[in-house]
């Protein structure tokens, strides 16, 4: 059981990474900064939009979500060392939202 854990916990965490990773490579590469108006229709989430108005690029937006993931990632890390029931959850939650997304970004919204 708890060899099973861990597989399915570290599985679920990696493609939570690599999800992640896969969001902002598509970020830089469809949205462009210097035309906001196709970049608001295209992005639909505000904070996205207003880290990009206040940068006028895509660094702040990038470096924001490297560390999140990296934070996130991480902390659920931490309290699956030290709680392995806990830290499945978490994860499990985390990694049906990135899941989620996923199909968001390859199918769209409908």
């Known amino acids: 059981m708890n060899k099973w ?6 599985t679920m965490w ?3 990474g690599i999800i992640s990773a896969f969001d902002l490579f598509l970020a830089l590469w ?3 900064p210097n035309c906001m108006e196709a970049l608001k229709d295209q992005e639909k ?10 940068s006028g690029d895509m660094s702040l937006f ?5 560390l999140g993931t990296l934070v996130s990632l991480f902390v659920v890390l931490k309290i699956f060392t030290h709680n392995r029931k806990w830290g499945l ?9 990135q899941v989620c997304l ?5 199918f769209g919204a409908g």
């Open 5 to 10: 854990c861990r597989i399915l916990f570290y």
């Open 14 to 16: 990696s493609v939570v």
């Open 30 to 32: 469809f949205l462009d």
């Open 45 to 54: 989430n505000p904070l996205v939009i207003k880290l990009i108005e206040l």
């Open 62 to 66: 990038t470096i924001c979500k490297v």
């Open 89 to 97: 959850s978490i994860v499990s939650g985390i990694f049906i939202f």
């Open 102 to 106: 996923l199909y968001y970004l390859l």
